[in-house]
């Protein structure tokens, strides 16, 4: 870490850069600002927000994806609430999946998914979980949904699925990709099921969320404001990371080297990061940066003339015959997302770089998916208009290589003193806009305590540190 003293012997706040200005890096230019600290955050696209921002299509506003704010760490929900302030709503609106044309709860729920199956399947699933195998420890994420579920369920409904979100055979993906959602078949959910009925909800991240009015892009404004624009520059994608083995000393702004004078805190892509470093990591280093990919999602906005499709949060689609995973309507988040009488979806397809979906031309894409509307057997109104969009590097993939080559890049960036990683492609974790916010707190509270930054102690959140 950097420290500096000015001459009157006081501790100065030395500019932290930040590389990448999506949600991570937004959230670690906030907290370092409110610990007195100015940043200089460089972003390579022409806005802020990244794979986290609300765009705006004639009437109608669409988040880049299916977003919504989980309170799930104490010191995100109230950054969020802060920053919010009455804009940010508390949303009960369940999610459901849609299984040839059949609605069933999401998350999944055993019994229910096995009923709405038919009676041949529901004979077959009560059958292959009669004999609980708990012990095995799951090697893959196949092994893991065929152990909780079984491998009628596991097929139909978490297998073709995953595969379609991530592009990789089951086989070939690492148990996390689950997030610790696969709770199971048991005797005991078999039995709450049944007692309980709709009210037997697992434990889960949908159902009820926070939301902005105006989409979730509005924290993006809010951050923006809060930091100030003068720290924030758009347009400028860093090019060359200079270091001297030990420390980061400069980054090149389209070929414009800008001195380093703190520490860098890192939210672009892990491998794009090895990638820039000069002089360049030993080959094994490089070749390890090169075989981790992302997930890119391409998303289809259709806009309708109809008052609402459905009343879910989102609508999840298992079938490999369905292009789309996801399906969202905005309004079932805030009113305000669409005037009364129109609506919009938003579909989402998971593609890799080669893949036909992420190269095909809007029209084809947009065409495409529209033939696969009719098999999701919503009722749709007249289309007002129909765009795509394209999000690269939405999802790290965690297939078996992943790991262990993650945390080899990792400890490598380690080996600097003045640079930290952060975000979901950045640290190539699964992570959500809490995550990213915790994260950023705790780096700036570190820095305070270690006095780095200008304040001694964090001065706003402090009352949040021991939940
Ligand atoms: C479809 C979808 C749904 C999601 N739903 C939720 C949800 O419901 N709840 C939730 O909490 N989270 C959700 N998330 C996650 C949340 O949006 C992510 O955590 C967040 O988008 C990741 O932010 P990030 O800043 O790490 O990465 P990004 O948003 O990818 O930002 C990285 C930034 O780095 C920039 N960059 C890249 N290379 C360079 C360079 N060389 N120089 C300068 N800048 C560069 C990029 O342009 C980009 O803006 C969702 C994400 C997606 C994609």
Excluded at 80 to 101: D, K, N, T, Y
Excluded at 270 to 299: F, G, M, N, Q, T
Excluded at 326 to 335: F, G, I, V
Aim: glycine fraction near 8%.
């Amino acid at each position: 870490m950097s420290t500096q003293h000015a001459p009157d012997g006081h501790l100065t706040s030395i500019p932290t850069t930040i590389l990448g200005g999506g949600l991570a890096g937004l959230a670690f230019a906030y907290f370092a600002n409110l610990a007195g600290e100015k940043v200089k955050l460089l972003e390579a696209a022409p806005f802020l927000g990244g794979n986290g921002r609300t765009l705006r299509f004639g009437e109608a506003l669409i988040d880049t994806g299916a977003h919504r704010l989980h309170d799930r760490n104490p010191v995100a929900t109230e950054a969020f609430r802060r920053l919010l302030g009455p804009a940010l709503r508390r949303v009960e609106a369940p999610s459901q999946i849609i299984w040839r044309g059949r609605g069933i709860d999401f998350p999944l729920k055993p019994l229910n998914a096995a009923i709405r199956m038919g009676p041949k399947e529901l004979a077959r699933v009560l059958a292959e979980n009669i004999i609980p195998n708990r012990g095995a420890i799951p090697k893959t994420f196949e092994e893991l949904a065929v152990l909780r579920y079984g491998p009628t369920l596991a097929r139909q409904f978490l297998l073709n699925y995953s595969e379609k979100l991530w592009g990789r055979r089951a086989d070939e993906l690492d148990p996390k990709v689950a997030g610790g959602r696969l709770s199971g078949l048991t005797l005991g959910s078999v039995l709450r099921e049944l007692l309980l009925g709709a009210r037997a909800t697992t434990r889960h991240l949908d159902g009820a969320f926070y939301y902005p009015t105006r989409g979730f892009g509005m924290l993006v404004d809010a951050l923006v404001d809060h930091i100030g624009e003068e720290c924030l520059q758009t347009d400028a994608p860093v090019t060359r990371i200079a270091h001297d083995g030990r420390r980061v000393l400069s980054v090149d702004v389209l070929g414009e080297c800008q001195q380093v004078c703190g520490d860098v805190v890192s939210t672009i892509p892990l491998p794009r990061l090895v990638e820039l470093l000069d002089p360049p990591p030993e080959e094994s280093i490089r070749r390890a940066a090169r075989s981790l990919s992302y997930r890119h999602l391409r998303l289809c906005i259709v806009r309708l003339d109809q008052d609402t499709v459905s009343r879910s949060a989102s609508l999840y689609f298992p079938e490999k015959s369905i292009p789309f995973t996801r399906l969202y309507e905005p309004k079932n988040r805030s009113s305000e997302m669409a005037p009364v009488g129109s609506t919009a979806i938003v579909l989402e397809i998971p593609c890799s770089d080669q893949e036909e979906w992420w190269m095909m031309s809007d029209k084809n894409f947009e065409t495409g998916v529209l033939r696969a509307l009719p098999a999701t057997g919503l009722e749709l109104g007249p289309i007002i208009g129909v765009h795509s969009v394209r999000l690269s590097n939405a999802y790290p993939i965690m297939d078996l290589n992943a790991g262990p080559t993650a945390a080899r890049l990792l400890e490598y960036v380690d080996l600097f003193d003045n640079l930290r990683l952060g975000g979901r492609a950045g640290t190539f974790r699964y992570l959500h806009t809490h995550d990213l916010f915790a994260d950023a707190y705790e780096w700036a509270t570190d820095r305070a305590d270690s006095g780095t930054s200008r304040s001694s102690t964090f001065p706003s959140y402090p009352v949040f540190c021991s939940s």
